[in-house]
T-cell receptor, first 110, second 114 residues
């Protein structure tokens, strides 16, 4: 069964404390893996697309990486404004659907 | 700004009523997705349309229906509303056959059923 699992469910860090969020997936024929950020009461905001193992993308303090089984969202020296829920989704080649993880709620304390 | 427009932003209605939520996708996107998000919950996929045709169905109640029109905008109709239908409803659009296929979300419609 196609599945996306994110861990941990929640993560509390001190400002400046780097860490990583995990997105593991089981899907046949990965077309793309997507990371989003969602603030409370707002729509998810697109961050990155990764297509193949070994690929990396960066944006400010965030770096996303992809292997054949999982993706990591590394956050370096986070700030309180990085607090949000981070969502991962995958798309298969064979259909148009998106399969979503449940998200990781990230809290950065000043 | 994602380019996806949802109206209205807020809606307050009584139990038993019917409402219509509207979504205008990004220019060029043929696919529209509808999601429900209750308080502190994850995104629950409701339904997907591609170029006017239904493509996938998630956990959509029979009281809910949707359609995508020739101009590609979409409407989600919710009827016989119950208190438990209070939630944020998001629309997203993508071009799944072209580009990288990522979805872009609107800012949502907050539905409150009283």
């Amino acid at each position: 069964e196609d599945q996306v699992t994110q861990s941990p469910e929640a993560l509390r860090l001190q400002e400046g404390e780097s860490s990583s969020l995990n997105c593991s997936y089981t899907v046949s024929g990965l077309r793309g893996l997507f990371w989003y950020r969602q603030d409370p009461g707002k729509g998810p905001e697109f961050l990155f697309t990764l297509y193949s193992a070994g690929e990396e993308k960066e944006k400010e303090r965030l770096k996303a990486t992809l292997t054949k089984k999982e993706s990591f969202l590394h956050i370096t020296a986070p700030k309180p404004e990085d607090s949000a829920t981070y969502l991962c989704a995958v798309r298969q080649h064979s259909n148009y659907q998106l399969i979503w993880g449940a998200g990781t709620k990230l809290i950065i304390k000043p | 700004d994602s380019g996806v427009t949802q109206t209205p932003k807020h809606l307050i209605t009584a139990t038993g009523q019917r409402v219509t939520l509207r979504c205008s996708p990004r220019s060029g996107d043929l696919s529209v997705y509808w999601y429900q998000q209750s308080l502190d919950q994850g995104l629950q996929f409701l339904i997907q349309y591609y170029n006017g045709e239904e493509r996938a169905k998630g956990n959509i109640l029979e009281r809910f229906s949707a359609q995508q029109f020739p101009d590609l905008h979409s409407e989600l109709n919710l009827s016989s509303l119950e208190l438990g239908d209070s939630a944020l409803y998001f629309c997203a659009s993508s071009n799944p056959t072209g580009g990288s296929g990522e979805a872009f979300f609107g800012q949502g419609t907050r539905l409150t059923v009283v």
